[in-house]
């Protein structure tokens, strides 16, 4: 026999943590994707999220020799000592961070995010963070039952997070800012004075700071400053980072966090709790990644500031819209002028251009009258892209 629960009974066993929680703004562009697609009708994508390079060939060897040689048990919670022992090391020697191997937690990037917004937020804490942003933090922290405060990142400070605007927004409910250099989805990097003022902001109020490096070698004419390299931080900075976009091995879904020995033992309660550790044999390859050669991902790099230089240029010869030069990661955040909100332009570059960008709104309300052009994708295409969506402004209404 079944038995069913009536709407009254259904919402007393929900937890209304769910409540808040978005669903992802790009679902509505994707789905009118895939429609057109079923149609036969050929769709150029600049919503991809991912380099559109091969995970380098050493590797991926690394990978296929851990598995061929059996290496595919349960590995310490935290990660093999020897991929710990070499993030230790890449964070002391680029990134001036004082940290060591038992600092490190091993585990895919958005996993470090959402444990360590889980362990160190608690219900009712504020968390401040850059408004556009990438869509995962806002959610991230109301599944953990704080509060999101979002900061207007505008083109007047270049989409940077500042010191004053930061500023601004801190309670005495403020419990963590989240920084994003580069930034998904502005390309904006942060300055060094941004970072030690954020840094000092942090410690004159006993705030953390989440800072999510993801995106720190794609970067052009512009340097990454972590937050936890500034004397007195490390106890205060937690530190993610990742193998997906510098090495193109996103669906190998490995990347770390660092943070000082009291912020890490909650964290990684959360990691035995939930996924117990990163897959064994792509721990392998991580550590062929960090120490094998590097021609790969500086190559990667140059071809995305060549493509960068050529969507830029094309957006500058559009009247409807205006731009700020990204210094970094793959994507470019064009404003753009007229009556539409930023899903209908969304829809409307898709309708009639056949190209697919993510509207300005899935990164915060600040992202309106904006859309995300992601070049992770081949020069063909993009020019091709560019010229339908050139063609499709020219007739917008206003
Ligand atoms: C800013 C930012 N942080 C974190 C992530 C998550 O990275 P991963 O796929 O390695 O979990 C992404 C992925 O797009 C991102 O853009």
């Known amino acids: 026999m079944y038995s069913f629960l009536s709407e009254e009974s259904f919402a007393l066993i929900m937890p209304g943590r769910m409540e808040t929680v978005a669903e992802s703004g790009t679902v509505k562009v994707a789905d009118k994707v895939k429609e057109l697609r079923s149609k036969g009708i050929e769709i150029i994508s600049f919503s991809i999220g991912e380099p559109d390079f091969p995970t380098p060939g050493h590797i991926v060897e690394a990978g296929i020799e851990a598995l061929k040689s059996g290496f595919t048990k349960y590995t310490p919670s935290a990660g093999i000592p020897e991929l710990r022992e070499a993030i230790a090391a890449k964070l002391r020697d680029e990134n001036h961070i004082d940290a060591g191997a038992n600092e490190i937690i091993v585990t895919p990037t958005k996993q470090a995010l959402f444990m360590t917004i889980l362990a160190l937020v608690e219900r009712g804490s504020e968390v401040i963070m850059p408004d556009p942003a990438w869509v995962s933090y806002d959610p991230m922290v109301r599944i953990a039952e704080?509060?999101?405060?979002?900061?207007?990142?505008?083109?007047?400070?270049?989409?940077?997070?500042t010191p004053e605007l930061v500023a601004e927004k801190i309670t005495e409910k403020t419990r963590m800012i989240v920084m994003n250099s580069p930034s998904n989805p502005t390309g904006a990097v942060a300055e060094r004075e941004d970072v030690k003022g954020i840094c000092d902001l942090a410690e004159d109020h006993n705030i953390i700071?989440?800072?999510?490096?993801?995106?720190?070698?794609?970067?052009?004419?512009?340097?990454?400053?972590?937050?936890?390299?500034?004397?007195?931080?490390?106890?205060r900075v937690v530190t993610v980072n990742g193998f997906s976009k510098t090495y193109?091995?996103?669906?190998?879904?490995?990347?770390?966090?660092?943070?000082?020995?009291?912020?890490?033992?909650?964290?990684?309660?959360?990691?035995?709790?939930?996924?117990?550790?990163?897959?064994?044999f792509v721990q392998k390859a991580g550590i062929a990644a960090l120490k094998g050669p590097k021609e790969p991902a500086e190559a990667m790099v140059a071809e995305f500031r060549k493509r960068r230089d050529y969507v830029v240029g094309r957006i500058g010869e559009i009247d409807s819209l205006s731009v700020v030069k990204p210094r970094g990661a793959f994507y470019v955040f064009p404003r753009y002028h007229g009556s539409m909100n930023s899903e209908e332009m969304g829809e409307y570059l898709l309708e009639?251009?056949?190209?697919?960008?993510?509207?300005?709104?899935?990164?915060?309300?600040?992202?309106?009258?904006?859309?995300r052009i992601s070049y992770a994708t081949d020069m063909e295409s993009l020019k091709r892209g560019m010229d339908g969506i050139a063609e499709a402004l020219e007739s917008v209404p206003r």
């Open 146 to 161: 704080g509060r999101p405060v979002p900061v207007r990142a505008d083109e007047e400070t270049g989409f940077r997070l």
């Open 248 to 280: 193109s091995m996103t669906g190998w879904r490995l990347g770390y966090l660092h943070a000082d020995r009291k912020l890490i033992g909650d964290i990684q309660k959360i990691q035995t709790h939930s996924i117990t550790c990163a897959t064994s």
């Open 352 to 371: 009639k251009a056949h190209v697919a960008v993510t509207p300005g709104s899935s990164f915060g309300r600040f992202g309106e009258k904006h859309f």
């Open 209 to 235: 700071i989440l800072s999510d490096e993801i995106y720190e070698k794609i970067i052009y004419d512009a340097q990454n400053y972590s937050p936890a390299s500034f004397p007195g931080m490390k106890e």
